[in-house]
C-alpha cells in the first residue's frame, strides 16, 4: 500500500459558490473555452516567409499565318 504524505490546502477567503449552470452560463463558458483554444492558436502561430519571384521566362508567340 503506498502512502501519501501531501497536505491537502482549504482556502475560506472566498465563499463557495454551488449555484446551478444555466444554459446561458453554460453557453458563456463554452464560448470562453472555444476563443481561448483559438487565442492559444494563433499565439502559436508562426510566419511563413514569401516564395521567391522565379526567374523571367522568355516565350515565343508563332502568328496564325494571314489567309
Known amino acids: 500500500m503506498k502512502t501519501v504524505k501531501t497536505q491537502l490546502e ?6 463557495m459558490k454551488l449555484t446551478r449552470m444555466t444554459p446561458h ?4 463558458a463554452r464560448a470562453r ?14 510566419d511563413w516567409s514569401a516564395t521567391p ?11 496564325a499565318k494571314a489567309r
Request: glycine share 6%; proline share 11%; net charge positive.
Open 33 to 46: 473555452w472555444w476563443f481561448g483554444q483559438m487565442h492559444a492558436v494563433v499565439d502559436r502561430a508562426f
Open 10 to 15: 482549504l482556502g475560506f477567503a472566498t465563499p
Open 25 to 28: 452560463n453554460r453557453r458563456m
Open 53 to 63: 519571384v522565379p526567374p523571367p521566362e522568355q516565350i515565343y508567340l508563332t502568328l
